[in-house]
Antibody, heavy 119, light 107 residues
Framework: EVQLLESGGAWEQPGGSLRLSCATS????????MSWVRQAPGKGLEWVST????????DYADSVKGRFTVSRDNSKSALYLQMDSLRAEDTAVYYC????????????WGQGTLVTVSP | DIQMTQSPSSLSASVGDRVTITCRAS??????LNWYQQKPGKAPRLLIY???SLQSGVPSRFSGSGSGTDFTLTISSLQLEDFATYYC??????????FGQGTRLEI
């Protein structure tokens, strides 16, 4: 059974930092690019970042570029998101996900972890 | 980035109704289009991938069509458990994927 479990969500002040983790099991983690997707309260889904299976290549939404860093540890089947210089608009549930692309139906999502940025 | 525009933003319907949600891309995305269902407090659930392929385990009342810039999700006969929010997602420009703004389906 595929499982993705995020952790690390918390309340943080503007300008602060948080590190999210995503522990995975049940699939060949190193074979897949992995993403972070967020959802602000009452709002829609927003792609945040994706990292390649090897961890060599990463990409970011313009809204977080230069502030967030995605990484992975394939030996631990774990995904991370380092969030620095946090802003109020970063408040959201953050999902760890392997998103289906093209004709590959493989699609896994965690349950999400809440990040609140507020004075 | 590619913009995805869903319509309508919200929709009221009844059990047994046939419902169609549309998604338009700002440029051609071939068939790189997914549809998701999301219920409150839950992660999105993949319904349709590659515009028209039904994900395993998804009821056959869900179907998707379209290519290029215009896509539709159809629910042939609404069930109570289908009342949720639906999102389209383009994966043509991967990894810079973009979601539609969502369609809330209400009773």
């Amino acid at each position: 059974e595929v499982q993705l479990l995020e952790s690390g969500g918390a309340w943080e002040q503007p300008g602060g930092s948080l590190r999210l983790s995503c522990a995975t099991s049940g699939f060949i983690f190193r074979s897949y690019a992995m993403s972070w997707v967020r959802q602000a309260p009452g709002k829609g889904l927003e792609w945040v970042s994706t990292i390649s299976g090897s961890g060599v290549k990463a990409d970011y939404a313009d809204s977080v570029k230069g502030r967030f860093t995605v990484s992975r540890d394939n030996s631990k089947s774990a995904l991370y998101l380092q969030m620095d210089s946090l802003r109020a608009e970063d408040t959201a549930v953050y999902y760890c996900a392997k998103v289906s692309s093209g004709y590959d139906p493989t699609d896994f999502w965690g349950q999400g972890t809440l990040v609140t940025v507020s004075p | 980035d590619i913009q995805m525009t869903q319509s309508p933003s919200s929709l009221s319907a009844s059990v047994g109704d046939r419902v169609t949600i549309t998604c338009r891309a700002s440029q051609s995305i071939s068939s790189y289009l997914n549809w998701y269902q999301q219920k409150p407090g839950k992660a999105p659930r993949l319904l349709i991938y590659a515009a028209s392929s039904l994900q395993s385990g998804v009821p056959s009342r869900f179907s998707g069509s379209g290519s290029g810039t215009d896509f539709t999700l159809t629910i042939s006969s609404l069930q109570l458990e289908d009342f949720a929010t639906y999102y389209c997602l383009q994966t043509y420009i991967s990894p810079r994927i973009t979601f539609g703004q969502g369609t809330r389906l209400e009773i």
